[in-house]
């Protein structure tokens, strides 16, 4: 399967604790954004890369939250501290786009969801 | 910001029964996609409109977007049980290189 991967599929942890999640996107794609989201909403957008680069973060990013994109492949996410509002589905997506008049089309991974105790 | 809002939140019917869901923005946006979710995965594209008055069909599905590009609509004809999921619309936020900006979700419950 040549998707988006994202592990680990499920993860708790304790208040405090630090937590790191991986994305693998689909080969070739040079875009790969990060979302958040909780029950009963739709996904929130939290930052994406261009290749290894950080392009934006949203102000919902806070500083305990840090992702990096090292040799434009694959993605971590971190969230240090963890607090119990942190608790959420993490949905990372990647796409290929030659050209910005061109929509952009995001595949999305499985997710990994969050639970903070 | 632009506001995306979809209606109704929850939708229950019969296998076999027709249904639209609704999506709104509070401005003009350039394009407009639509997604269906299951439960514990990611969102999956469906299909994307960019053209005002624009209407997409995939299979039993209909996509519409509006004449003035402020609102989109999804109608499934003869519901079927593999339907069920959570179907958002989103929209690439200007100027943002690919930026989505999710509704909330219509949650869709076909029945047997």
């Known amino acids: 399967d040549t998707g988006v991967s994202q592990n680990p599929r499920h993860k708790i942890t304790k208040r405090g604790q630090n937590v790191t999640f991986r994305c693998d996107p689909i080969?070739?794609?040079?875009?790969l954004y990060w979302y958040r989201q909780t029950l009963g909403q739709g996904p929130e957008f939290l930052t994406y890369f261009q290749n290894e680069a950080q392009l934006e973060k949203s102000r919902l990013l806070s500083d305990r939250f840090s992702a990096e994109r090292p040799k434009g492949s694959f993605s971590t996410l971190e969230i240090q501290r963890t607090e119990q509002g942190d608790s959420a589905m993490y949905l990372c997506a990647s796409s290929f786009r030659p050209g910005r008049d061109i929509p952009d089309t995001q595949y999305f991974g499985p997710g990994t969801r969050l639970t903070v105790l | 910001t632009q506001l995306l809002e979809q209606s109704p939140q929850f939708l229950s019917i019969q296998e076999g029964e027709n249904l639209t869901v609704y999506c709104n923005s509070s401005s003009v946006f350039s394009s407009l996609q639509w997604y269906r979710q299951e439960p514990g995965e990611g969102p999956v594209l469906l299909v994307t409109v960019v053209t005002g008055g624009e209407v997409k069909k995939l299979k039993r599905l209909t996509f519409q977007f509006g004449d003035a590009r402020k609102d989109s609509s999804l109608h499934i004809t003869a519901a079927q049980p593999g339907d069920t999921g959570l179907y958002l619309c989103?929209?690439?936020?200007?100027?943002?290189?690919?930026?989505?900006?999710f509704g909330a979700g219509t949650q869709v419950v076909v029945t047997p």
């Open positions: 989103a929209l690439e936020e200007t100027d943002s290189w690919g930026k989505l900006q």
């Open positions: 080969s070739e794609h040079n875009r």
